[in-house]
């Protein structure tokens, strides 16, 4: 089969054509991508996100289920799966913590997991949900970065009737501040990434906001991020980057803002997929957002100037397409 290979060692990208078609277990489905999305996870990869890196890449996808050992019911069934692979069986009372953080596990396209920028991959059949009929294979491809988007929501946050602020105008900033704004009924400022710390539009909103939520991708987000949040307010970051990023955080600042001012500072990734597809199939305007970020479908014949294209300053999202025509 045809895969996006990534080997961090020799920081090789390489569109590899006949890569053996995972064999799933007796606890896994055999999935055929329809269409996979480029992150900017997967362009923090390229960049040496995850040391060591040497797997197909991606992780955003919609497919369908060919085979399916234990559950020869799925098999047709268009999918989009949780990234987390509990391959350890790990169990404990915290179904959240079991699912984003169970020890020894496996993450597809990112730790030990070959991704889905490839025509099949392999997924426990605990990790799929049933793409609902009302949403076509675009809108589905955007379901796991739309549920890290509900687990702010997840996290119980923000507090009703209190006003929040997203940092970063980007992919996963514009899902978050559209999620938040459709959830809680708040208008939620998004601040691009251009606000360094700098610019007028922050000294208008600075200290104002109980919660702000990072996802500029990119280190200074956490400082404009900073600036917005109130005294004993909360800041949450979603944004994940390479540590060979250039114009690192001064986390002295980040320290003494937080001890002196007495924020809140939170982490929060992989969200509830069975949310994010409720959203999208009762959100018509998260819907018309979906379609509006797509800037590029192209095969998957055509992965590494996907990329190419993913980089570029100013494109959202680019969708690799295994759909035959």
Same mark, same amino acid.
């Given at each position: 089969?045809?895969?996006?290979?990534?080997?961090?060692?020799?920081n090789k990208l390489e569109l590899v054509k006949d890569?053996?078609?995972?064999?799933?277990?007796?606890?896994?489905?055999? $999935?055929?991508?329809?269409?996979?999305? $480029?992150?900017?996870?997967?362009?923090?990869?390229?960049?040496?996100?995850?040391?060591?890196?040497?797997?197909?890449?991606?992780?955003?996808?919609?497919?369908?289920?060919?085979?399916?050992?234990?559950?020869?019911?799925?098999?047709?069934?268009?999918?989009?799966?949780?990234?987390?692979?509990?391959?350890?069986?790990?169990?404990?009372?915290?179904?959240?913590?079991?699912?984003?953080?169970?020890?020894?596990?496996?993450?597809?396209?990112?730790?030990?997991?070959?991704?889905?920028?490839?025509?099949?991959?392999?997924?426990?059949?605990?990790?799929?949900?049933?793409?609902?009929?009302?949403?076509?294979?675009?809108?589905?491809?955007?379901?796991?970065?739309?549920?890290?988007?509900?687990?702010?929501?997840?996290?119980?946050?923000?507090?009703?009737g209190s006003d929040v602020a997203v940092i970063g105008?980007?992919?996963?900033?514009?899902?978050?501040?559209?999620?938040?704004?459709?959830?809680?009924?708040?208008?939620?400022?998004?601040?691009?990434?251009?606000?360094?710390?700098?610019?007028?539009?922050?000294?208008?909103?600075?200290?104002?906001?109980?919660?702000?939520?990072?996802?500029?991708?990119?280190?200074?987000?956490?400082?404009?991020?900073?600036?917005?949040?109130?005294?004993?307010?909360?800041?949450?970051?979603?944004?994940?980057?390479?540590?060979?990023?250039?114009?690192?955080?001064?986390?002295?600042?980040?320290?003494?803002?937080?001890?002196?001012?007495?924020?809140?500072?939170?982490?929060?990734?992989?969200?509830?997929?069975?949310?994010?597809?409720?959203?999208?199939?009762?959100?018509?305007?998260?819907?018309?957002?979906?379609?509006?970020?797509?800037?590029?479908?192209?095969?998957?014949?055509?992965?590494?100037?996907?990329?190419?294209?993913?980089?570029?300053?100013?494109?959202?999202?680019?969708?690799?397409?295994?759909?035959?025509?």
């Amino acid at each position: 089969m045809l895969a996006l290979h990534y080997d961090q060692k020799p920081n090789k990208l390489e569109l590899v054509k006949d890569r053996p078609i995972p064999i799933p277990t007796d606890e896994e489905a055999l $999935i055929r991508i329809s269409i996979a999305g $480029i992150c900017s996870t997967d362009l923090e990869i390229v960049k040496g996100y995850v040391s060591g890196f040497s797997n197909i890449l991606g992780h955003e996808f919609v497919g369908v289920v060919t085979r399916c050992p234990s559950r020869p019911d799925l098999e047709g069934k268009r999918v989009v799966g949780e990234i987390n692979c509990n391959d350890g069986h790990y169990c404990c009372s915290d179904p959240i913590f079991q699912r984003n953080h169970a020890p020894g596990r496996s993450v597809l396209g990112i730790i030990n997991k070959d991704g889905t920028m490839a025509e099949y991959i392999t997924l426990p059949v605990a990790n799929l949900h049933i793409v609902p009929q009302e949403l076509t294979d675009s809108e589905a491809a955007f379901t796991e970065p739309l549920a890290a988007a509900c687990r702010i929501i997840e996290q119980g946050l923000p507090i009703p009737g209190s006003d929040v602020a997203v940092i970063g105008d980007g992919k996963l900033g514009l899902l978050v501040a559209a999620v938040l704004q459709a959830e809680t009924e708040t208008d939620v400022p998004a601040v691009g990434n251009s606000a360094n710390g700098q610019t007028d539009v922050l000294l208008g909103l600075e200290g104002r906001f109980p919660l702000v939520v990072e996802a500029s991708g990119s280190p200074q987000g956490v400082l404009a991020a900073l600036r917005l949040t109130q005294p004993m307010g909360r800041l949450l970051l979603k944004s994940t980057v390479s540590i060979t990023e250039r114009g690192g955080v001064p986390w002295a600042q980040v320290a003494n803002d937080i001890v002196v001012h007495e924020k809140v500072l939170m982490g929060s990734r992989c969200g509830p997929m069975d949310m994010a597809l409720e959203v999208m199939t009762r959100h018509e305007s998260i819907r018309r957002l979906l379609k509006g970020m797509v800037t590029a479908v192209l095969p998957l014949e055509q992965a590494l100037h996907a990329f190419d294209v993913a980089k570029r300053k100013g494109v959202m999202k680019v969708h690799l397409s295994n759909q035959k025509v």
